[in-house]
């Protein structure tokens, strides 16, 4: 059953009819019952024989004629005029048109719940007040702020706090848009295609917009691009003049004709396709050798067509594999520390750094690069002799003197401290475990050395070992309860600062008195003599020379190089002038 049927049947009755009126004037009464809405077709008695009624009024239809269904009570809510056709017409179906918003019973409108964003309300552009309109509503409005900027969103918009995005910067004004704040680039500016595809201007957008927009290049007019003003504004140009994009102008066919002549066939793109500054990698063929293949960037390769890694050695050939020019070195390459790289896998120049296994004691394994061991010739960390300076044999041979059985004053002790790397002692009493150092001014000064000092004390403390630093002057006493501190002069005495040491010694109860007693008794060193031929037998790479010197004797050992150059030159091509190059006086002052 229908909704409101059980009310026609009872109004059929009522009337005597079958649910049909004398006349066919119906009239549609609405009711409400239970938030639904029925429909009842009432016939008005004496009304047979007279014209259709066009309105009516509720006064004019007695109550008796109206039967309510049983339980329920209904009471007329409304009554419309009515036609005999608009009684047979069926309700609209869909979505009901959108009509002008009517005035908001209660207090629920947006200019009681927001005064503040209601005096905002553009009165001019807006056919009705705030006052129809709730705060949840979509529905587009024109609103106005105090500074003139009129703007368009709906209300449920700025009660989330949205204000005038012209004053917080987010929108072009006539104070802030891009062409105030760059005018130097609004000779790039397109306006052609930016007015015809866009339909802005440079005032219409910010000066750090994220907005593509079009740019003419002010180098070639033919080179128009997209980019933001944004990206302009930090400096971005045009694309085709540093090669990112390709024409007819900056093609590698166009413009480096030796890198096309590299260019292998099997790539996917031609030459005339690429531009000089892509990141494309293309595959390449030597011009020297048709077996040298490598893979590269565009942008990485230089304009003279240099660059194969396997003619400068960065990639290893037949001829330049460790394996095949040095196998005596292949031998010492550790088996398993070093992955699936093997000796033909590198040059003798490459500077990646390996791990070695040495051919005397298996036990000895340090990392070092491969141009270290086949250029440089370096050998084991542990097995190599050190550097060492006079003042530090000076010292070995007096201790030697005092320790005969503990110091051996010809090499330096290496203790293995971790680290995968041998640490040097200079001069280590076995027996009572104590480690001596001698720290000079000049090549221990600075925070660096100082870090590196500490670390070492540290790592032989770890170890079980006292140490003792000797520090010259004006370095910092790192440990002011076990360090020395002696006077810097140009010929260190090795006397006095061993007797200064061992008092030290005594003092901290690491070695008894009557063992020392003799040395410090005697006015002379014991041991000047033996120091001095240890010095004059090492050989000139295993002996300290300040840094002054060296540098000095490289410069000269520099300049004799370039003068047998250029005699060279001139006795094959002659001289213009006949004139002989001088060297410096600074070279010819070097020892």
Sequence with gaps: MQPGQGREDSLAQSTGTDGKTAAGVRYVVRFRQR???SAAILSVPGREGSAPLTSCRASEIPLDTVAPDTGSAVAPLELGPCTQESATEKPPSGRRSRQLPTKDEGLRS???????????????????????????SNRKIWWLCENGHSWLTAPYVRTKGHGCAACKGMKATGSNNFALARPD???????????????????????????????????????????????RFRGRGCPYCVGKRVDASNSVGATRPALAAEWDPANTKRPDEVSIGSDFRAAWICRKDDAHRWMAAVSSRPANGAGCPFCSGRRPTEATRVDVILPALALQ??????????????????????????????????ATTVRARALDHDGCKWCAPTIRSSVDIAL???????????????RQERLDLGHNRPHSVDILIKSLRIAIEFDGSYSHKGEAHEARDSVKTRLLREAGYRVVRIREEPLPLLDPECDVSVEQTRAPDAKAITNK??????????VAPEVVAPYLESPYAWADEVAAQIYESL???????????????????????TVERLSRKRSRYGSADGAEPRLSSASTAAP
């Design 333 to 366: 390459w550790h088996p398993t520390k070093n992955r699936a790289l093997t000796p033909a896998d590198v040059t003798a120049g490459s500077n990646r750094r390996v791990w070695w296994l040495c051919p005397q004691d298996a036990g000895h394994v340090w």
């Design 501 to 510: 040491v061992l008092r030290h010694l005594v003092s901290l109860s690491w």
């Design 396 to 410: 070995a041979c007096e201790f030697a003197a005092v320790f005969p059985q503990d110091v051996d004053p010809k």
């Design 35 to 37: 938030r639904r809405t």
């Design 539 to 561: 050989p000139e790479s295993e002996r300290f020379v300040p840094l002054s010197a060296k540098a000095a004797r490289k410069r000269r050992q520099s300049e004799l190089a």
């Design 185 to 231: 680039l609004l000779s790039t500016w397109n306006h052609e295609r930016n007015k015809s595809e866009l339909g802005i201007a440079p005032t219409d957008v910010l000066p750090q917009s994220n907005k593509d927009v079009w740019w003419t290049c002010q180098n070639d007019e033919r080179h128009t691009y997209v980019a933001s003003p944004a990206e």
């Design 110 to 136: 947006l200019a009681h719940l927001f005064p503040s964003i209601a005096a905002e309300w553009d009165r001019a552009k807006n056919p009705f007040p705030p006052s129809h309109v709730r705060p949840g």
